[in-house]
């Protein structure tokens, strides 16, 4: 108890004194009445009822005249709660703020995407519908050295497509990557993929004609020039239809597969006059690819010649012992000698009276084929084939040559043909003709020699010498 308490007790009163005595009636025991608890009965009330058990937490606070229980929150450490919700706070604010950030760079990044990707889009489809592209046209050439690659990167580098790779994705994916033909096209920017490629894929026509006559006579080479300069086809193109047999033909199986033989085609490209489509690009493409067109037109004449040759024919060659190949070639010397059906049938009844007496004429001895080396052998030759052209040359040469040349000289007609077939009767192993076309015949080569003499006076006065 406070001693000082006493000091005034004279000055309380005896109504407060009561009072007095009621507080210390309860006051709480010294620290000595509860040393065996070894706790504070706040401690022990704490320890012993939970933050759950409020009513006896309140009824503490009151006796041990703390603050009233409302004022404190119901957590079983409130300033350390405090604290770690503060903190919460901040990291949830970083947090968030981060968050925030990231989820705006991958709405632009995304935003960003969409656009190029929708732009891509739009323009692909632009590409393969051609739709809103504008119409710009250009000249497109495929040849046979391109691939399909290269095709669509030139389609690309004349503007005519956007996107090569695109195109040729759609290529593959549509299985479109093969059968180009080689030529010249005229294409449009605002084409679509499937119309560029049908386009590419499908051979020009031409609707012009023009009638070509092809005389008796003349060799592959001279055929070739007209059909180009009737614009038909380049003459390079036609050449290759005639070098080699083309294996699609009859008439091919009795041909004789001689190294020494310059054009394996020879003498059957029938003489007759055609109706052939005239290539307008020619005119304005010089080096225009017409190997398409040139087959065709070769073709053409093969089946005619084909047609030309009877079963009669073929019996007859059977009776001499010839084949159609010699024939043709016998036909093709007969034709340059001659000029019509009568000199013609006694042109081949000296060149039969020399085959059918080889060891006395082992050698025609024909002056045509020695102009055919000169316009057609002798171009074809140079310093890398020198050697090898010498010998077709030779084979070619009746001076040097046993029998028929290697090849025909020329493309006969019909009357050389049956001229070879049919010839006259005589016993004739020479002739000469004058620059006038006069013929003189020989049985032995001193009558040939003197008709040789007589023909150069005459045409020495013919030229007024």
């Not at 703390?66 to 503060?86: F, G, I, Q, S």
């Not at 903190?87 to 990044?109: D, Y």
């Not at 060659?317 to 010397?333: F, H, K, N, P, Y």
Request: proline share 4%; charged share 25%; aromatic share 10%.
């Amino acid at each position: 108890m406070d001693e000082n308490r006493f000091d005034n007790d004279e000055n309380i009163g005896e109504e407060d004194y009561g009072k007095t005595q009621e507080m210390d009636s309860i006051q709480l025991p010294k620290l000595s009445e509860v040393e065996h608890h070894g706790i504070t009965p706040r401690e022990e009330f704490t320890e012993m009822n939970s933050a759950d058990d409020m009513s006896k937490t309140l009824l503490m606070d009151s006796m041990s005249g703390e603050l009233p229980a409302e004022d404190y929150p119901p957590a079983e450490n409130p300033v350390h709660r405090r604290k770690r919700k503060h903190k919460k706070k901040q990291i949830n604010h970083t947090r968030t703020m981060g968050q925030i950030f990231l989820g705006v760079l991958l709405s632009v990044g995304a935003l960003a995407l969409g656009v190029m990707a929708a732009v891509n889009v739009i323009g692909g489809m632009r590409d393969i519908t051609g739709l809103a592209k504008p119409n710009k046209q250009t000249d497109f050439e495929i040849n046979a050295s391109m691939g399909v690659n290269e095709i669509v990167d030139n389609l690309h580098a004349a503007g005519v497509i956007d996107m090569p790779e695109l195109m040729k994705t759609y290529m593959k994916l549509t299985k479109q990557e093969s059968g180009f033909l080689n030529g010249m096209y005229t294409l449009s920017s605002n084409m679509s993929y499937n119309d560029l490629l049908a386009t590419l894929k499908t051979e020009k026509t031409y609707s012009q004609t023009v009638d070509v006559a092809i005389p008796e006579g003349l060799t592959a080479a001279q055929i070739g020039k007209l059909l180009e300069e009737n614009f038909v086809c380049r003459a390079v193109d036609f050449e290759t239809c005639y070098k080699e047999k083309i294996n699609k033909y009859d008439f091919e199986e009795g041909i004789e597969a001689d190294p020494n033989r310059l054009n394996m085609l020879e003498g059957y490209i029938f003489p007759d006059t055609y109706q052939f489509y005239v290539i307008d690009d020619m005119k304005k493409y010089p080096n225009f690819d017409t190997k398409k067109y040139a087959e065709r037109v070769a073709e053409k004449m093969f089946s005619h010649f084909e047609e030309q040759i009877t079963r009669s024919m073929r019996s007859r060659m059977s009776e001499l012992g010839l084949t159609l190949d010699e024939t043709i070639r016998l036909a093709s010397l007969i034709q340059w000698e001659g000029y019509d059906e009568e000199n013609m049938a006694m042109i081949s009844s000296v060149f039969h009276n020399r085959l059918n007496d080889p060891e006395t004429y082992p050698q025609l001895q024909s002056d045509t084929t020695d102009t055919y080396i000169d316009e057609v052998i002798k171009p074809a030759t140079n310093s890398s084939n020198k050697e090898k052209m010498q010998a077709v040359t030779d084979a070619y040469d009746t001076y040097k040559c046993e029998g028929l040349p290697a090849g025909a000289i020329c493309n006969p007609g019909l009357d050389a043909i049956n001229a070879a077939l049919y010839p006259a009767d005589t016993d004739y192993y020479y002739f000469v003709a004058s620059n006038s076309g006069e013929f003189f015949w020989a049985r032995t080569l001193e009558g040939h020699e003197e008709n040789v003499a007589y023909v150069s006076q005459l045409d020495m006065e013919e030229n007024g010498q």
